[in-house]
């Protein structure tokens, strides 16, 4: 089972969760001090069966492209990681997929509210349908850029990330269906993973977090339609966060709840959780797209499967793929939200070149086998994701796809006796082998 966790759990917790747990407080105390579980999901874009990571790993039962694994590798060292292949990801928290199952169907405008760092955005971008439109949103722009970076790496183009305040949502009108809120919560499911949460705990952190959490509700409940699905969920135990708000949710905004449930540390597979879906029972105000402004396709619309069912948004020196279907929509998130993602960005431009953007290099809606491409070995791999220079073995010049165990993961310009690393600054591996 591990190594025993040396935790200073406070005493108001103890009492808490023997309140809670009764005779299965001793069971749960002992598996809070086993180390953390190591999942992963895995993208539609790949088969499982050529991942390396997946060596001896099980399959979670409630999540059909989840997996626990016997042990933690190093996973920045994985080019896979970096292609989009999977995602790590709390295997207790991959049941929204069970949630979403149940009550959602065909084609729908979601919200995923506090989405940061994407594990549940990446997990419903692979479970709506793909003519349904994901808004993933996060206030805080540090942890905002690194849900967008996941976005991309997943590969969705029905997808738009955002950094904006809940109210924002609220303010602009009835537009979704379902509505994902992950709250910022006191942690409590989190205890072994992070140490640091144990730290500062307290049951007046506690409150805090539940009035924080009904305030951002508050704000953003007349964003989802009337009879539209609210998935309400947190990494903590005790009732203020969660049963408690929940019923305050139904009685004060109006709503009926559906399910609600807990996973603990003594019988999930992860790390502790709680969700619960509602169904909206009011009425909000209907918002108002304007009509917006598209672009002829670039050259590089010749990569794009189906290309023709797509129109192009101009951002800045950047052209964007949006579905032709939602496309108004699209256009209006990029001109009134602080928008960090809108589709897939497909080319920038400089003078009169059209440079191929990281974005469209891993994303699902490529053509790969009408480009240029070549498939290197794990170093060179690595050696392209540190932004190192690299040599290619390709005749062709100019923009080249780089493949890594048949999965694109950037591009390259090939000038013949070197190759010109296009991969994202910002983006780069620091750590070496």
């Not at 989405?115 to 540090?142: F, R, Y």
């Not at 793929?321 to 497909?346: H, M, Q």
Request: glycine share 6%; hydrophobic share 40%.
């Amino acid at each position: 089972m591990g190594n025993i966790v040396i935790l200073i759990i406070p005493n108001d917790f103890i009492l808490q969760m023997q309140q809670i747990l009764g005779d299965e407080y001793p069971e749960f105390e002992r598996a809070l001090r086993l180390p953390a579980t190591t999942s992963v999901r895995v993208n539609s874009k790949v088969e499982a069966s050529c991942l390396e990571v997946l060596k001896d790993a099980e399959l979670v039962p409630y999540c059909g492209t989840g997996y626990t694994l016997p042990k933690r590798p190093e996973f920045t060292l994985d080019p896979m990681l970096h292609a989009g292949a999977y995602y790590v990801q709390e295997a207790s928290s991959m049941y929204l997929e069970a949630v979403v199952r149940k009550y959602v169907n065909g084609r729908v405008t979601a919200l995923d509210l506090c989405a940061a760092p994407g594990g549940k955005s990446t997990h419903l971008a692979g479970l709506l349908t793909p003519d349904s439109l994901l808004v993933s949103n996060e206030i805080m722009p540090q942890r905002a850029n690194i849900l967008c970076e996941n976005l991309t790496k997943w590969g969705n183009v029905n997808t738009i990330v955002t950094n904006n305040k809940p109210s924002d949502f609220g303010k602009a009108g009835s537009m979704f269906d379902l509505i994902v809120t992950d709250v910022p919560c006191s942690g409590e499911g989190m205890f072994r993973k992070e140490p640091k949460a144990v730290e500062d705990w307290s049951l007046q952190a506690v409150q805090m977090c539940a009035e924080r959490q009904r305030s951002i509700l508050e704000d953003v409940w007349n964003a989802l339609k009337e009879g539209g699905l609210l998935i309400y969920s947190t990494c903590t135990f005790n009732s203020s966060e969660d049963e408690d708000n929940v019923e305050w949710i139904a009685s004060e905004l109006g709503a009926e709840i559906l399910e609600q449930k807990h996973f603990y540390f003594h019988n999930t597979l992860g790390e502790g959780f709680y969700i619960a879906a509602l169904r909206k029972t009011t009425v909000g105000g209907k918002p108002k797209i304007k009509p917006g402004k598209f672009e002829k396709a670039p050259a590089v619309s010749a990569f794009i499967k189906g290309a023709e069912n797509f129109k192009f948004i101009k951002v800045g020196d950047s052209l964007i793929a949006v579905p032709s279907a939602d496309a108004d929509i699209y256009a209006w998130f990029a001109t009134n939200f602080r928008t960090l993602k809108c589709g897939t960005e497909v080319c920038a431009f400089k003078g009169k070149d059209e440079i191929p953007a990281h974005a469209l290099a891993v994303s699902k809606i490529i053509d790969a086998d009408k480009t240029a491409s070549v498939d290197v070995d794990k170093a060179t791999a690595l050696n392209y994701l540190r932004r190192e220079a690299i040599a290619i073995n390709c005749n062709t010049k100019g923009y080249v796809l780089l493949k890594y165990n048949g999965t694109p993961i950037g591009w390259v310009k090939n000038l013949g006796n070197r190759a010109n690393n296009m991969y994202p600054e910002y983006w780069r591996v620091r750590i070496k082998s």
